[in-house]
């Protein structure tokens, strides 16, 4: 039986214990060969590393049985959670190996206020009055976990980093800065500001 | 903090106004993103139309870098499997 014809929320809830231990190893081996094909080429990616990610994606999935709605391939659908397995442990780690000092100075910038100069960007007067505006929301309408889930996207901080400093899950950081892009909106919007207005005056 | 540190540059500005312009009221976080992620690769693989529910993958994954990253994988493993 190929893994296309494999029922598998069925075969993996099976009563037989020999069908159901079938089902695991297959769909273990299935979740390494596309880690394989995914991270293949990765310097910092070992064969012990696709062993480990499979076994931890397989329980994962295996937990997550029940929220299979049926909307794609099983197999597509725990290749997504594999891969998220993967690279979540993949950054974590990346980021571990960065010195602490370095994470530490890291976090001092990260803390820090925006403070946006007025001729940052040139004396066009459109420009400017958008720096303003926007320094103004930055500082006044967004809530010091706001503005620093914010400081740290446009720093180009991986999210995951932006997490760990923040000391909070990465759905509650999603949500800071959801709430934060939602809070600048409104203020630009409050102060006649478009989209275009902005991308007219930065040539973007 | 160094004066240029205080500076935003043309290509932060460019994020802003790209963070800006993709905000809407209700959007999928990372959680929500995974969930669905899997039939809208399947969808555009095969060049299917998406639901509203599906297009909201498509705009989380223009804003996070990290569910673009895995989802681009998995497209790799799809298209590897053809």
């Keep these: 039986m190929t893994g296309s014809e494999i029922d598998w929320p069925v075969a993996l809830r099976a009563t037989d214990s020999g069908e159901q231990a079938a089902a695991v190893s297959a769909l273990r081996e299935v979740l390494h060969h596309g880690l394989r094909i995914a991270l293949n080429g990765r310097s910092d990616v070992s064969a012990a590393h696709l062993e480990d990610f499979a076994q931890e994606s397989l329980l994962r999935v295996l937990d997550r049985l029940d929220q299979f709605q049926g909307r794609s391939q099983f197999t597509t659908w725990a290749q997504a959670i594999a891969l998220n397995v993967a690279f979540t442990e993949l950054r ?10 370095a ?6 910038r990260f803390a820090e206020p925006a403070m946006i100069a007025d001729d940052a960007l040139g004396a066009d007067e459109d ?9 103004s929301a930055i500082e006044n309408d967004l809530t010091p976990k706001q ?3 914010m400081l ?22 999603y949500k800071m800065l959801h ?26 | ?32 993103c995974l969930q669905h992620v899997s039939e ?35 497209m790799k493993i799809l298209k590897a499997g053809q």
């Design chain 1, 92 to 101: 974590r780690k990346r980021w571990r190996d960065v010195s602490l000092d």
């Design chain 1, 103 to 108: 994470l530490l100075a890291d976090g001092e």
């Design chain 1, 127 to 135: 420009r400017t009055r958008f720096v303003a505006v926007l320094r």
């Design chain 1, 147 to 149: 503005r620093a889930v």
């Design chain 1, 152 to 173: 740290g996207e446009l720093r180009d901080l991986p999210f995951d980093q932006i997490v760990e400093l923040l000391g909070t899950s990465r759905s509650a950081a």
């Design chain 1, 179 to 204: 709430d934060a892009r939602r809070a600048l909106k409104q203020r630009l919007h409050e102060a006649g500001i478009t989209g275009a207005d902005i991308q007219n005056a930065f040539s973007l």
């Design chain 2, 1 to 32: 903090m160094k004066p240029e540190d205080q500076r935003l540059t043309r290509e932060q500005v460019g994020s802003i106004v790209k963070m800006l312009s993709l905000t809407t009221d209700r959007e999928f976080n990372c959680a929500e």
């Design chain 2, 40 to 74: 809208f690769a399947e969808r555009q693989l095969a060049h299917q139309p998406v639901s509203k529910v599906i297009a909201s993958v498509e705009q989380h994954l223009a804003l996070c870098p990290e569910c673009r990253e895995e989802y681009e994988a998995l």
